[in-house]
């Protein structure tokens, strides 16, 4: 069967994002209040490796909040401020990788010097997906490797 271009049919190209990839990489191994965990870290650190690699990722709009980085404040504030960077054209991933917990059907990441079992410590799914929607970017993606993340 002939093809469209053999056809002579112009059929336009899907069009992609033409701006910058933005990563934004939490993750926790050490930490200061639960059980630590062995390669949330390294996983981490592996998957930035390979977006830059092979999927045209920049080191300059990578973003690290790494075992004590990985603060509530650090991660909102780290959130808002990808806002202002980020524009329409860009595409944005955010990885997480740590503790989740969830209480009353909320899912919670778990920051670094969190109390255990103290949600006002927590960073409540609630919260991200209205600083999420904010971003005004062509795509954002969200990994999160935590139990329980599956409430966002």
């Known amino acids: 069967m002939p093809s469209n271009q053999e ?23 050490d930490y200061a209040h639960c059980p630590k965990l062995s390669n949330c870290v390294k996983d981490a650190k592996d998957f930035a490796q390979l977006l830059w690699e092979r999927y045209q990722f920049d080191k300059a709009h990578t ?4 075992d004590k980085a990985a603060t509530r404040p650090n ?51 609630l919260e991200l997906k209205p600083r999420l929607d904010a971003i005004n970017s062509f795509h954002t993606f969200l990994i999160a490797d935590a139990c329980f993340s599956g409430a966002l």
């Open 7 to 29: 056809k002579g049919i112009d059929t336009p190209k899907a069009k992609g994002p033409t701006g910058n990839n933005h990563l934004l990489v939490i993750a926790i191994d």
């Open 63 to 66: 973003y690290f909040l790494l």
């Open 75 to 125: 991660i909102l504030n780290t959130i808002r401020d990808l806002r202002m960077q980020v524009k329409e054209a860009d595409s944005l991933v955010i990885y997480y990788s740590g503790h989740g917990q969830t209480v009353d059907d909320v899912g919670y990441w778990i920051p670094v010097d969190a109390a255990p079992d103290s949600e006002v410590d927590f960073v409540s799914t």
